[in-house]
């Protein structure tokens, strides 16, 4: 049974440009939460796709945007790249009508860099 | 909004010994679940425990127990035993009722000394 997968592993963007980020929930998982982790710092929450809607939302400017498909995989989408966006990004999935008690997977991140 | 503190940025620990890892947030909901995971330089994230708000009675999985102090808002980790295995960056976090959206602290790097 295959986890969260996430593609790519790394990324180097320069500023301005936009770049795509990809999750694949684990099997039998229905919602995907997306979560940027800055160097030294613990994960913040961006946003949360369920039944291909964006069920909640942290504080994070609209250049960040999202997508869920009717397969449950998602992608977040960042436009107008800037130097503080530079961080790991991490996917997590969740049963939520299951009811699975706060359990969530994550996946392994992918590492943006930009320049 | 929720906030969650980990007051110890670096721990370290010999192999074998006990360590005790401090967490205290702050909300007004009733309803939560706190966690604690494990973030090792692969990065993957992984659940070491999870506590319901609404049991009294501490976790434990294993090697490693939480002690729960509802009033004094404190979720601390205890790792029994400790492995070299379990170095790694550990973070606390909450969650309200089933939301979902997990709100954490800034983490304790822990070291194992052989």
């Known amino acids: 049974d295959a986890g969260v997968t996430q593609s790519p592993t790394h990324l180097i963007k320069t500023r301005g440009q936009q770049v795509t980020l990809r999750c694949s929930p684990k099997s039998g998982h229905d919602t995907v939460s997306w979560y940027q982790q800055a160097l030294g710092q613990g994960p913040q929450f961006i946003f949360q796709y369920y039944e291909e809607e964006e069920r909640q939302r942290g504080n994070f400017p609209d250049r960040f945007s999202g997508h869920q498909f009717p397969n449950y995989s998602s992608e977040l989408n960042v436009n107008a790249l800037l130097l503080g966006d530079s961080a790991l990004y991490l996917c997590?999935?969740?049963?939520?009508?299951?009811?699975?008690?706060?359990?969530?997977?994550f996946g392994p991140g992918t590492r943006l860099t930009v320049l | 909004a929720q906030t969650v503190t980990q007051s110890q940025p670096e721990m370290s620990v010999q192999e074998a010994e006990t360590v005790t890892l401090s967490c205290t947030y702050d909300?007004?909901?009733?309803?939560?679940?706190l966690f604690w995971y494990k973030q090792p330089p692969s990065r993957q994230m992984i659940l070491v425990i999870r506590?319901?708000?609404?049991?009294?009675q501490n976790a434990t999985e294993n090697r490693f127990s939480v002690n729960f102090q509802k009033a004094a808002k404190s979720f601390s980790l205890k790792i029994s035993d400790s492995q070299l295995g379990d170095a790694a960056m550990y973070f606390c976090?909450?969650?309200?009722?089933?939301?979902?959206?997990?709100?954490f602290g800034k983490g304790t790097l822990l070291t194992v000394n052989p």
């Open positions: 909300t007004s909901e009733s309803d939560y679940y």
């Open positions: 976090a909450y969650m309200r009722g089933s939301n979902y959206k997990l709100t």
């Open positions: 997590a999935s969740s049963y939520i009508a299951g009811g699975s008690a706060g359990e969530q997977f």
């Open positions: 506590q319901e708000a609404y049991k009294q």
